[in-house]
Structures are given as structure tokens and as C-alpha cells.
């Protein structure tokens, strides 16, 4: 796709962002992208430019801001944050998830056609086909698990294809490489949903993805106390694209909100390696539980695709989803309705682990036969498993489970 350059852009609404190859994740998760940016203090973190404009010396005279919707330097520092993280160029960020969707699916125009997993997050769907469908957007909703099986959908008016991996809830790996492999023969644009994985255990730019998209709000922020969204882009045109989307339609987010997935963002490595530590414990104990119907978690070796989940992934983070035996909505409903440690709730992502019943929650807005086409059924339970000690955690769903 072709990107022409907008009117009225100004460079100070995209940031490049230059790092030291040997740079470890560890050390990017704190120092990437990151330099003083409050000379007056010499600040170790970014103060909050609670501020809605800034002074000029003359019309345009500026020191690189003029109104905090096109730009804003507490939210400057994220985004290039968030870039670092993704060995990309350009970080965008948005008020929520679904905004940075929002922005992505505003690159295409009526008439276009976007090929996306079958298996992904319920408000996503509810984008795709309530509001931009109306829009005359034409949306195919596959299975990915074979890459492959994707290009019989490409037609001359698809553009852009969205795939999430793993896939909420159903714990599906797609192959980015291979699909990748498949976008860049058609020209077509790639995005992936790298919120369950985080640039900690994937990186989808080094695969061959073209735009990163991030619920923040999630993992990045991971303490449940900010809703937030990101893109991220290596290609300069489509950023500035992007950032003018970001700057025209302004679902940005405010200068306090940037500061706490900031901070957040500074102690994902640690947070992560404990949700996978957790998630596996947790996995193991749900499979060899008699109350327990299926479980989904990439780790396992009978995972469908879980050779592609070892090869694209560092490890297979902390989302488990499963079934219970009864193989109904009360037993799922009375399991998540015993559970102490664990809360009962919408998102993810958070240090503290979380349950939610995806038919009645987050998946709602998909209509019943294609929610359980893709197994997303009445039993269907999906944990966030945060970082509190793991004896807890499994003590809690055994005692949750045995009622």
C-alpha cells in the first residue's frame, strides 16, 4: 500500500528511534528509547507534562510541542519506549486498544477487503463487523493455524491481513513468518496483535509484520490501573500516516495515563518471566485435574502448533484457558464464582491473576454458533495467572474446581 504524505505534518509527531544493537530486552524494558528529556532537573523519570499547550516565541517557534493531542513529552518518552521494545522506528499511542485498532483499519477505504483470524478478541470483532463494515470494509474471518490457508481469501481488493497469536481465548498460534511470507507476495499489509505474547516473548517486526498493535492496557501497563493502546511501525511513510490518523481523529492518551505504562513497562521482563513461570504450573496442574475437560496452552507439547509457539516465541506466557468436565455454563459459572485468589473480571494482563468466562464477557458480541465454532463454548474459562505465589494460585482453582 501506498502511503502519501499529509498536509500540515510536522516531524515533532513522529520520534526515530536509534539503539545500540547489543542492547539486551532487559535493559531496554528501562533504558530503551529513554534520555533526559527535563534538562531543568535532570529527572530520572519523565515528569507528567500535565499541559495542554505550550508556549510559542513566534507562530510555529517552538521547542517541539504546540498542543498535547498532536504531541506531548511525557507521551513522547512512551512511544519511543514502546518502539524500543518492538525493534521498530515508530511508536504511536493511542486512549485504548481499540483506538490503535481504530487507526490501523482507517489506512484502508470502502471497498477493501481484510482477512483476519477467526479466533481473536470479541471487541475486535465487534469493530470489524458493526462499525466498519458499515463503512462498505469487507471482513474474512479464517482459521490461520496453516498459514497456507490463508491465500485462498487474497483477492485484488484485500489490503491488509490481522492475525493474533497467541489468540484470545483459544490459545491459537499463528505462524508470522510464514503469513509474513504471504502478505509481502500480495502486497498487503500485516498487522499483529501482540498483546498476550508482549515484545518479551515475541518481537513480530523481526518476523516480518509491518504494524505492532498493543492493548496496553494489558501486560505493558500490567497493574490494572490504566486502559491504553499502541502501535508500532518501522516503515516511515506508514508511521506518518499513522500519527497523522493519531493526530486528526485524536483518541490519544493523556500525559498521566503514558507515565504509568511507562513505569509499568520498566519492570515487564521481571513481571513476565514470573506470569510464565505461574502460567506453566498452572497449565500442568488444570490438565491432570478430573474436573477439567480440555486445557489450552501453547507450552504443551500436543499444542497443535506448538513447534512454531517454540520457534517464534521465548516462552508461552501466562493466559491458559480451559474447560471444565461438566461441559456447561453453570459448572464454568459456579467455578468462577468460588475462586478467592483469583478475581473475576474483565481484561488481563495485571500482576494479579484474574478469571473471566469468555462466552458472557469478553466475547460476547460474537454470536453464539461462530463463538463455539472456534471453541469458544458456554464451559470455556480463561485465566490471566499474575505473580502471587504459585502454591496459592493452584490451591485456589483446585478448591474452585472441586465445587
Not at 539503539?19 to 529513554?34: A, R, S
Not at 481488493?157 to 484470545?168: A, D, S
Not at 485465566?383 to 502471587?388: A, M, N, R, T
Given at each position: 500500500?501506498?502511503?502519501?504524505?499529509?498536509?500540515?505534518?510536522?516531524?515533532?509527531?513522529?520520534?526515530?528511534?536509534?539503539?545500540?544493537?547489543?542492547?539486551?530486552?532487559?535493559?531496554?524494558?528501562?533504558?530503551?528509547?529513554?534520555?533526559?528529556?527535563?534538562?531543568?532537573?535532570?529527572?530520572?523519570?519523565?515528569?507528567?507534562?500535565q499541559t495542554?499547550?505550550?508556549?510559542?516565541?513566534?507562530?510555529?517557534?517552538?521547542?517541539?510541542?504546540?498542543?498535547?493531542?498532536?504531541?506531548?513529552?511525557?507521551?513522547n518518552?512512551?512511544?519511543k519506549?514502546?518502539?524500543?521494545?518492538?525493534?521498530?522506528?515508530?511508536?504511536?499511542?493511542?486512549g485504548?486498544?481499540?483506538?490503535?485498532?481504530?487507526?490501523?483499519?482507517?489506512?484502508?477505504?470502502?471497498?477493501?477487503?481484510?482477512?483476519?483470524?477467526?479466533?481473536?478478541?470479541?471487541?475486535?470483532?465487534?469493530?470489524?463487523?458493526?462499525?466498519?463494515?458499515?463503512?462498505?470494509?469487507?471482513?474474512?474471518?479464517?482459521?490461520?493455524e496453516?498459514?497456507?490457508?490463508?491465500?485462498?481469501?487474497?483477492?485484488g481488493?484485500?489490503?491488509?491481513?490481522?492475525?493474533?497469536?497467541?489468540?484470545?481465548p483459544?490459545?491459537?498460534?499463528?505462524?508470522?513468518?510464514?503469513?509474513?511470507?504471504?502478505s509481502?507476495?500480495?502486497?498487503?499489509?500485516?498487522?499483529v496483535?501482540n498483546?498476550?505474547?508482549?515484545?518479551?516473548?515475541?518481537?513480530?517486526?523481526?518476523?516480518?509484520?509491518?504494524?505492532?498493535m498493543?492493548?496496553?492496557?494489558?501486560?505493558?501497563?500490567g497493574?490494572?490501573?490504566?486502559v491504553?493502546g499502541?502501535?508500532?511501525?518501522?516503515?516511515?511513510?506508514?508511521?506518518?500516516?499513522?500519527?497523522?490518523?493519531?493526530?486528526?481523529?485524536?483518541?490519544?492518551?493523556?500525559?498521566?495515563d503514558?507515565?504509568?505504562?511507562?513505569?509499568?513497562?520498566?519492570?515487564?521482563?521481571?513481571?513476565?518471566?514470573?506470569?510464565?513461570?505461574?502460567?506453566?504450573?498452572?497449565?500442568?496442574?488444570?490438565?491432570?485435574?478430573?474436573?477439567?475437560?480440555?486445557?489450552?496452552?501453547?507450552?504443551?507439547?500436543?499444542?497443535?502448533?506448538?513447534?512454531?509457539?517454540?520457534?517464534?516465541?521465548?516462552?508461552?506466557g501466562?493466559?491458559?484457558?480451559?474447560?471444565?468436565?461438566?461441559?456447561?455454563?453453570?459448572?464454568?459459572?459456579?467455578?468462577?464464582?468460588?475462586?478467592?485468589?483469583f478475581?473475576?473480571?474483565?481484561?488481563?494482563?495485571?500482576?494479579?491473576?484474574?478469571?473471566?468466562?469468555?462466552?458472557?464477557?469478553?466475547?460476547?458480541?460474537?454470536?453464539?454458533?461462530?463463538?463455539?465454532?472456534i471453541?469458544?463454548?458456554?464451559s470455556?474459562?480463561r485465566?490471566?495467572?499474575?505473580?502471587?505465589d504459585?502454591?496459592?494460585?493452584l490451591?485456589?482453582?483446585e478448591?474452585?474446581?472441586?465445587?
Open positions: 500500500m501506498n502511503f502519501k504524505k499529509q498536509a500540515g505534518f510536522k516531524t515533532s509527531f513522529y520520534f526515530y528511534t536509534e539503539e545500540k544493537k547489543d542492547m539486551k530486552f532487559n535493559t531496554k524494558t528501562i533504558h530503551g528509547g529513554q534520555e533526559n528529556i527535563d534538562p531543568a532537573y535532570n529527572s530520572v523519570m519523565p515528569p507528567i507534562y495542554t499547550t505550550f508556549k510559542q516565541s513566534t507562530p510555529h517557534g517552538h521547542k517541539g510541542f504546540e498542543y498535547s493531542r498532536s504531541g506531548n513529552p511525557t507521551r518518552a512512551l512511544e519506549s514502546m518502539a524500543s521494545l518492538e525493534n521498530g522506528a515508530y511508536g504511536i499511542a493511542f485504548s486498544g481499540l483506538a490503535a485498532i481504530d487507526a490501523v483499519l482507517k489506512l484502508l477505504k470502502s471497498g477493501d477487503e481484510v482477512i483476519s483470524t477467526s479466533d481473536l478478541y470479541g471487541g475486535s470483532y465487534r469493530l470489524f463487523t458493526q462499525i466498519f463494515q458499515d463503512f462498505g470494509i469487507k471482513f474474512h474471518f479464517v482459521g490461520m496453516n498459514a497456507a490457508d490463508i491465500e485462498k481469501h487474497i483477492n481488493n484485500t489490503k491488509l491481513i490481522w492475525v493474533e497469536t497467541p489468540t484470545n483459544m490459545m491459537n498460534i499463528i505462524d508470522i513468518e510464514a503469513v509474513s511470507r504471504i509481502k507476495k500480495h502486497q498487503l499489509l500485516l498487522a496483535d498483546t498476550f505474547a508482549t515484545p518479551y516473548l515475541q518481537q513480530p517486526l523481526d518476523l516480518g509484520a509491518d504494524i505492532i498493543h492493548s496496553a492496557t494489558k501486560y505493558l501497563g497493574h490494572s490501573d490504566v491504553m499502541s502501535l508500532v511501525v518501522n516503515d516511515e511513510a506508514l508511521a506518518k500516516r499513522l500519527y497523522f490518523i493519531q493526530n486528526a481523529s485524536g483518541a490519544v492518551p493523556g500525559p498521566q503514558c507515565f504509568l505504562v511507562l513505569r509499568g513497562i520498566k519492570t515487564l521482563h521481571v513481571r513476565m518471566q514470573r506470569h510464565c513461570e505461574n502460567g506453566k504450573a498452572v497449565a500442568h496442574a488444570l490438565k491432570s485435574n478430573p474436573n477439567v475437560d480440555k486445557v489450552y496452552w501453547p507450552g504443551f507439547e500436543d499444542h497443535p502448533n506448538h513447534e512454531i509457539a517454540k520457534k517464534q516465541m521465548k516462552d508461552y501466562g493466559m491458559v484457558s480451559f474447560s471444565t468436565k461438566a461441559g456447561t455454563l453453570e459448572s464454568a459459572v459456579k467455578v468462577v464464582e468460588n475462586l478467592k485468589v478475581t473475576l473480571g474483565e481484561s488481563l494482563g495485571g500482576v494479579e491473576s484474574l478469571a473471566g468466562h469468555p462466552a458472557s464477557m469478553t466475547h460476547a458480541s460474537i454470536p453464539k454458533g461462530d463463538r463455539e465454532k471453541g469458544v463454548v458456554d470455556l474459562i485465566l490471566s495467572v499474575g505473580i502471587e504459585i502454591d496459592d494460585l490451591e485456589d482453582l478448591q474452585a474446581l472441586r465445587s
